[in-house]
Nanobody
Framework: QVQLVESGGGLVQAGGSLRLSCAAS????????MGWFRQAPGKEREFVAA????????YYVDSVKGRFTISRHNANNAVYLQMNSLKPDDAAVYYC???????????????WGEGTQVTVSS
């Protein structure tokens, strides 16, 4: 079956960096548009970043532009999220997701990981 497994979360001070990874299995990875979402306590899960099938095109929510970078390695069935200049508002559970469509819409993603916690101390 399809599995998406996130890793790399943790506790970091404001201004610090983390690199999240998502390992995919059970699907033809190169056929999927990959996204990262996040959910903070009491808030809805929101789009953070996405990357096209070949990695040519990337998309970001305005609040992370210039600080976060999404990338993928199709040979390794993996997608990454490099997060720099982290702020307390970035603290959330971060989820990796896969879609057959090029989309930022949460409901259009077919598969989800279990999430990894990112905590940012001020």
């Amino acid at each position: 079956q399809v599995q998406l497994v996130e890793s790399g979360g943790g506790l970091v001070q404001a201004g610090g960096s983390l690199r999240l990874s998502c390992a995919a299995s059970g699907l033809t990875f190169r056929n999927y548009f990959m996204g990262w979402f996040r959910q903070a306590p009491g808030k809805e899960r929101e789009f953070v970043a996405a990357i096209s099938w070949s990695g040519t095109n990337t998309y970001y929510v305005d609040s992370v532009k210039g600080r976060f970078t999404i990338s993928r390695h199709n040979a390794n069935n993996a997608v990454y999220l490099q997060m720099n200049s982290l702020k307390p508002d970035d603290a959330a559970v971060y989820y990796c997701a896969a879609s057959l469509k090029a989309t930022r819409i949460r409901g259009e993603y077919d598969y989800w990981g279990e999430g990894t916690q990112v905590t940012v101390s001020s």
